[in-house]
């Protein structure tokens, strides 16, 4: 990620034990030739990488064998997103573990930055936060159809590309996602409490329902530039994602009753209460957009338009990329 992660290794912290004796120019699994680190996280590295063979820069995400239930993970990250395949979700191309014992995942490279990077800057224009939000339900809606529940939606996790001139978000790291057969609980409590459902925060079964409150999360900080609901710590946060109201953020412009209430319906609390699924959530935000972008003529009889199949038709494509390249 160009802003983030500039290419200068100094500016990363180091984690301890971890990638020794790993730096620019190595050979990773006798085929990739490491850059530079494009990204950290909790599991490891990601690095921009150079298959030979092919000429090809990929995105190499290692774990080393120091963390051997780290490597376990990437490996299952790595099925997880292999039997995927869609334009909002990162592309895998290859796995494995070296005769080092690192475990590696070689994935598409991409170009751009997260949302988080981009709200370090502003917050989105509502219209823009929600044509993005939209294509990246596409793909999650995708992931739950293939029975995949992401577990771990939030600003960082997904990234803003350019794809053939037009910017569109790309869902990444399925670290610590799980498959919805059986009865949904994870093994580990792991994610960002601010982002975390009730469900999640509690242990109780992940489904889709956990997913759309990560996703209205994301896109209520999109478009206020905090998360609903935060602490001083961990603590706190935690216990106001189970307990605190939804409050209504009074600065935002054309945040309007409509899109309130779909909001409002994506993070109730109980999942019972919830949107049911991410292909709903699209749906209401698809509609949302239409009526933004083609009013029903007042007034009223003739027939209200129907939703669009495409929400995000080419004139908010061109008003996402210009918004986000003027900041
Ligand atoms: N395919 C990719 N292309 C470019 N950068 C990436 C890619 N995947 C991850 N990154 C960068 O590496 C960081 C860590 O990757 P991520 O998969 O989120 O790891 P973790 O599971 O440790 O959080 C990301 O926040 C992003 O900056
Ligand atoms: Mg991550």
């Known amino acids: 990620m160009p802003d983030r992660d500039n290419g200068s290794d100094a500016t990363l912290p180091r984690l301890p034990g971890q990638f020794r004796g790993l730096s620019t120019g190595d050979l990773v699994a006798d085929r990739y030739r490491l850059v530079r680190v494009l990204g950290r996280g909790g599991m490891g ?32 990250e790595a099925r997880l997103l292999a039997s995927l395949r869609h334009p909002a979700i990162v592309a895998v191309h290859d796995a494995g573990v070296t005769a080092d014992g690192i475990a590696y995942l070689a994935m598409d490279i991409l170009v751009g930055e997260s949302l988080a990077t981009r709200l370090e800057r502003a917050r989105l224009e509502v219209p823009i936060a929600v044509a993005l939000f939209i294509e990246l339900l596409d793909g999650l809606a995708a992931a739950h159809a293939a029975g995949i529940v992401h577990r771990d939606i939030k600003p960082d996790n997904i990234v803003l590309v350019d794809r053939a001139g037009q910017l569109a978000p790309t869902l990444i790291d399925f670290g610590i996602a799980v498959p919805l057969v059986g009865d949904g609980v994870a093994p580990d409590r792991a994610g960002t409490p601010q982002y975390m459902a009730p469900e999640q925060l509690r242990g109780l079964a992940c489904d889709a329902r956990t ?37 209504y953020p009074t600065d935002v412009e054309a945040l309007d009753g409509k899109l309130w209430a779909i909001l409002t319906r994506g993070l109730r609390k109980d999942p019972a209460d919830r949107t049911a699924s991410a292909a709903e959530l699209r749906q209401a935000l698809a509609a949302w957009l239409a009526r933004r972008t083609n009013p029903p003529a007042p007034p009223a009889p003739p027939a209200v338009p129907e939703p669009r199949n495409d929400p995000a038709p080419d004139v908010f494509q061109a008003l996402i990329k210009r918004k986000l390249t003027e900041v």
């Open 45 to 76: 590295e990601v690095w921009e990488a150079h298959h030979a063979a092919l000429d090809r820069r990929v995105a190499l995400k290692l774990v080393h064998v120091d963390a051997a239930p780290m490597r376990a993970r990437l490996l299952h």
């Open 211 to 247: 997913d759309v409150w990560a996703t209205c999360v994301s896109l209520y900080e999109a478009v206020t530039g905090r998360a609903p609901f935060m602490g001083p710590d961990l603590a706190t946060t935690a216990s106001n994602v189970l307990d605190a109201p939804l409050a």
